[in-house]
Structures are given as C-alpha cells and as structure tokens.
C-alpha cells in the first residue's frame, strides 16, 4: 500500500473511532490498541479481516473500501445510515438529546393520532 493509501486509511481509521479510544476501538474490533495506533500512524496495514471491519464500520463493503483506498470513486451509503453511523461516535450527553428529540416525536405523533 502506497503512502496516499496509508494516508487515507489513517483518516477512515480515526474518522470510523470517533471519541474512542484506541484501546476502546482496538477491544471493539478485537485488535490491540497498539495495533490501532501502528494503523493510524501509517506503520503497518491491516490484514484482510480487520479492512473488513474497518469497511464495516465506514459503512462499505471489503470491495468498496479498497477501491475507495485505490483512489477510485465510490457511492456514499445513504443518509441514514450517516446519521446513525454518526450517532455511534457521539458523545452520551449528545445521543440523550438526541433520545430525547426523537422520543417527544413519537409523542407528538401519537398525541396528533389521538393515542
């Protein structure tokens, strides 16, 4: 993998962490947290099965991931899965808001139904 390669995969590697921490992020995808720092600084690249769940959780495929990594154009997933692919990284306080936004309406849904 070229040095632009690395590069990007660095940046979906910390974009796809969010607030974790590496070793919160390492544990998740079942790495060590040196592991997610060697990626992030570009000094190593991980093997096939943990691209896989890094593709994962940028929201693509193996094969979309690699091409993205190539320099190749690729589609975005659709909007929702961005907004709850970006409710996973928030911070709790933040996710309560949100919570609280959506549970007020389904409120207001029901109160307007006659429930």
């Known amino acids: 993998m070229n040095i632009q390669n690395r590069q ?13 921490s590496q070793r919160a992020f390492g544990k998740l995808l079942g790495v060590s947290a040196t592991a997610v720092q060697l990626w992030e600084r570009g000094d190593t690249v991980p093997d096939t099965e943990n691209l896989g769940k890094l593709a994962a959780r940028a929201g693509y495929t193996l094969e979309e991931f690699l091409s993205f990594l190539d320099g190749n154009p690729v589609s975005q997933p659709p909007e929702i899965n961005d907004i709850v692919k970006k409710i996973q990284f928030l ?14 309406r389904f409120a207001a849904s029901a109160e307007a139904a006659g429930e």
Do not use: H, N, Y
């Open 91 to 104: 911070p709790l306080s933040q996710v309560a808001l949100i919570g609280k936004a959506v549970a007020d």
């Open 8 to 20: 990007k995969l660095s940046e979906i590697i910390k974009t796809a962490r969010g607030t974790m």
